[in-house]
């Protein structure tokens, strides 16, 4: 029979650093993150919680005119928000003036509205 010989403090585990962040290095600031070889980041739990999202959700990514990235739910993002401006320079700059002064005389044709109760512009 083999005698184990217990020896205090000592472990089969390689041992720890006693630094914080485990002797990785740089010291972890909260909030902060690091861009990868892989163009990949880990978002803070914090950061995660705080904005109320869960594993596996679809995400938008964007870049605004600052030159800062925007990271937010697929689910939180307004559809009416996201097609706005969707049609800029489609329609002449007078298309909805026009289109009124053309809806105003074919409900005064039709006898919908009289013309002494049309205001001027």
Same mark, same amino acid.
């Given at each position: 029979?083999?005698?184990?010989?217990?020896?205090?403090?000592?472990?089969?585990?390689?041992?720890?650093?006693?630094?914080? $962040?485990?002797?990785?290095?740089?010291?972890?600031?909260?909030?902060?993150?690091?861009?990868?070889?892989? $163009?990949?980041?880990?978002?803070?739990?914090?950061?995660?919680?705080? &904005?109320?999202?869960?594993?596996? *959700?679809?995400?938008?990514?964007?870049?605004? $005119?600052?030159?800062?990235?925007?990271?937010?739910? *697929?689910?939180?993002?307004?559809?009416?928000? &996201?097609? &706005?401006?969707?049609?800029?320079?489609?329609?002449?700059? $007078?298309?909805?003036?026009?289109?009124? &002064?053309?809806?105003?005389?074919?409900?005064?044709?039709?006898?919908?509205?009289?013309?002494?109760?049309?205001?001027?512009?």
């Amino acid at each position: 029979m083999t005698e184990v010989k217990e020896t205090k403090g000592t472990s089969s585990r390689r041992s720890r650093s006693r630094r914080p $962040n485990g002797g990785r290095g740089r010291k972890r600031v909260p909030g902060k993150t690091r861009l990868s070889a892989k $163009n990949q980041i880990t978002i803070p739990v914090a950061v995660v919680r705080k &904005a109320g999202l869960e594993p596996g *959700e679809e995400l938008i990514v964007e870049v605004d $005119n600052r030159g800062r990235i925007i990271v937010q739910s *697929e689910a939180a993002v307004d559809p009416v928000t &996201a097609c &706005a401006g969707a049609l800029t320079g489609v329609y002449g700059t $007078n298309y909805l003036k026009d289109l009124r &002064a053309g809806d105003l005389e074919r409900e005064i044709r039709l006898g919908l509205i009289k013309p002494e109760d049309v205001e001027d512009e």
